[in-house]
């Protein structure tokens, strides 16, 4: 079952930029999420914790359907802290309720994979770039 353009931007305005949840945290993997939300590998030390946004309209703009996609992007840069040692190859972007542990409420594949090492800085998702969909 399909949902319409308006539903989706209805969906994705209610999970971002509504301010429930209060957060997201933006988290890597090293791999692909399973479709239910497990199998992710974030990096484990070497200076690297979820980045906390706060779940509201300038972190968060309006969903909108361009070209067939309704899509919410991400309006401000999403920053990692700087590296103290390798992160492993990354390729995917993962959003979170929670600092620590749990399975991601969303995800995304990165247009790269990237390794993050010390001295690489910032590792950084551009304002903009990022998008957000439901099926």
């Known amino acids: 079952m399909g949902l319409s353009d308006a539903?989706?931007?209805t969906k994705l305005d209610q999970d971002f930029g509504s301010g429930t949840p209060t957060n997201w945290y933006w988290g890597l993997s090293r791999t692909e999420p399973n479709?239910?939300?497990?199998?992710?590998s974030e990096p484990v030390g070497a200076g690297?914790?979820?980045?906390?946004k706060t779940n509201n309209a300038t972190n968060f703009p309006a969903a909108v359907t361009a070209g067939g996609r309704t899509v919410?992007?991400?309006?401000?840069?999403?920053t990692w802290p700087n590296p103290t040692g390798d992160w492993g190859a990354c390729g995917w972007y993962v959003l979170f309720q929670a600092s620590t542990g749990g399975v991601p409420d969303y995800w995304n594949k990165l247009d790269d994979t990237f390794n993050p090492k010390a001295g690489l800085s910032p590792v950084q998702i551009d304002a903009n770039t990022a998008e957000l969909q439901v099926a």
């Open 72 to 78: 919410k992007r991400n309006g401000t840069d999403v």
């Open 48 to 52: 690297y914790a979820r980045v906390l």
């Open 7 to 9: 539903r989706k931007r």
């Open 35 to 40: 479709e239910d939300g497990s199998g992710v």
